[in-house]
């Protein structure tokens, strides 16, 4: 695999196990994901991801939605890819 592709695979790996954590599908999380921010504490410790929706995401989604901070937000915890 060239860098491109591992680091696609890497995408597709952390979508699945977010998506996992919050309840949805990884085709949910990518179709209707804004933005994925990776949070840290200020010593660089992983703490987990938000994720922000689209305001234009359907209801039968975002009902789905574990671990709301809002009602186009949520976080996970540490996500492990290893």
Not at 12 to 21: I, K, N, S, T, W
């Amino acid at each position: 695999m060239n860098s491109d592709q591992l680091n696609q695979h890497d995408a597709e790996r952390l979508h699945q196990r977010v998506a996992a954590e919050l309840g949805i599908t990884a085709e949910e999380l990518t179709t209707w994901m804004i933005n994925d921010i990776e949070r840290v504490t200020e010593g660089g410790e992983d703490v987990g991801h938000m994720v922000v929706f689209r305001e234009s995401t359907p209801a039968q989604v975002l009902d789905k939605v574990q671990h709301k901070q809002s009602h186009f937000t949520a976080m996970t915890g540490v996500i492990d890819l290893s």
